[in-house]
């Protein structure tokens, strides 16, 4: 049983909700060890074909939890320990992984949005690169994925200035997909991840996972990268599937391998 998040699974999708509202959802130590042992059960069950991680309350996540922090704390311990792992093991979960961003998402909260594969808005939702505030950088594979989201110039410009930006101006500058209003919230939120979870999942593993290697490959390399994936994805029964269903003018029914 966890106790600082929810983890359900309803019709093939794997719900995580951050669960210390009074808190913001901020990181203590027990909520960093429940995430990744939450994600890594998502991972492994093959039910599961996508992931949704959101926040219990006014807030998505405010980042690390600065009061549970020890005076003599070697931050680069604690990312080593906490952080870092868990935003490696979202890059090599081969299934989407949506962010649900309900609220605020400030510091290693916003890191966390940032290595979801998907971000969802509410309309309420607001982005701040909260490090600058307090005198730290912005961690958590933050400075890996903000400049290749936004631009160099945008993340530069947010995570140096610091300013609190609106659900609405993060679409703008595309951090995040779609900006959804607060009535339509859960049913849009939920028809997203469903629709996803009924999708050819191997294949978008697959695309997750070329995706994110293609930043440190050259063109040859791609090249042979998408062969090789592609051979995989060519051997799945959700291209045979894909196949049937086109010549037969008809839905197709992936089961996601
Ligand atoms: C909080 C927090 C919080 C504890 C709100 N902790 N209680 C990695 C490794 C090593 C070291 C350090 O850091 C990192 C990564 C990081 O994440 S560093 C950045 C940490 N996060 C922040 O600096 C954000 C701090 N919070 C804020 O700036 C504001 O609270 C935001 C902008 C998130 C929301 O503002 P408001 O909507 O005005 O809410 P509030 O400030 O009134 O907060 C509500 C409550 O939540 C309040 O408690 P209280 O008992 O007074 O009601 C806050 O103290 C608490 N809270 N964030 N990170």
Not at 69 to 85: A, F, H, M, Q, S
Not at 155 to 184: R, Y
Request: proline letters at 3%; charged letters at 25%.
């Amino acid at each position: 049983m966890y106790e600082t998040v929810v983890y359900e699974v309803k019709n093939r999708v794997a719900w995580l909700t951050l669960n210390r509202p009074e808190k913001l959802n901020a990181f203590n130590e027990q909520m960093k060890i429940e995430v990744k042992e939450a994600l890594k059960e998502a991972a492994k069950n093959t039910e599961v074909r996508s992931i949704v991680i959101t926040g219990a309350g006014r807030a998505f996540c405010a980042g690390q939890d600065l009061q549970s922090v020890k005076e003599d704390t070697d931050y680069g311990d604690l990312l080593r320990k906490y952080y870092n792992p868990m935003v490696q093991q979202m890059a090599s979960i081969e299934k989407p992984i949506i962010a649900a961003i309900n609220g605020t998402a400030a510091g290693a909260g916003l890191s966390l949005a940032l290595a979801c594969d998907f971000r969802l808005a509410s309309e309420k939702s607001s982005y701040i690169e909260a490090f600058i505030h307090v005198g730290l950088v912005p961690d958590s594979g933050n400075m890996y994925y903000l400049p290749r989201i936004v631009g160099h110039a945008k993340a530069l410009e947010l995570a140096i200035l610091g300013e609190k930006i609106s659900a609405n101006e993060a679409k703008n500058v595309g951090l995040v997909t779609q900006v959804i209003s607060v009535e339509s919230w859960d049913e849009e939120v939920t028809a997203f991840a469903e629709k996803l979870a009924s999708m050819p999942t191997k294949t978008i593993g697959l695309i997750k996972r070329y995706l994110n290697q293609s930043w440190d490959s050259n063109l040859q390399e791609v090249l042979e990268k998408e062969a090789y994936a592609q051979k995989i994805a060519g051997q799945s029964s959700d291209h045979k599937e894909g196949i049937a269903a086109f010549l037969e003018k008809r839905k197709p029914l992936f089961k996601g391998n």
